[in-house]
Nanobody
Framework: QVQLVESGGGLVQPGGSLRLSCAAS????????MGWYCQAPGNQRELVAV???????NYADSVKGRFTISRDNAKNTVYLQMNSLKPEDTAVYYC??????WGQGTQVTVSS
């Protein structure tokens, strides 16, 4: 059983920054990938970024150059640094561990 707790969402103006955190607890293996997904109203949940245990990363084209994913295996925590935020980044952001474990989501709203 894995529990994921996200934090760091909120309201930010266009061009601003946010840092999301996701702390994992329970039966954690640092060899599993961790990632961030987002879901806007009326849309399907989609990949934002994923990071493997060794640090290799993959990003959605829409966030490349603006978002950075990182992880601290000692703390079982994954981060998403979000810079140059746009209104279209508004969504609920979910943390994912491995292939099946999801967090409860944190709302990110980009608006002036």
């Amino acid at each position: 059983q894995v529990q994921l707790v996200e934090s760091g969402g909120g309201l930010v103006q266009p061009g601003g920054s946010l840092r999301l955190s996701c702390a994992a607890s329970g039966s954690i293996f640092s060899s599993y990938p961790m990632g961030w997904y987002c879901q806007a109203p009326g849309n399907q949940r989609e990949l934002v970024a994923v990071i493997a245990s060794g640090g290799s990363t993959n990003y959605a084209d829409s966030v490349k150059g603006r978002f950075t994913i990182s992880r601290d295996n000692a703390k079982n925590t994954v981060y998403l640094q979000m810079n140059s935020l746009k209104p279209e980044d508004t969504a609920v952001y979910y943390c994912k561990y491995g292939s099946r474990s999801w967090g409860q989501g944190t709302q990110v709203t980009v608006s002036s």
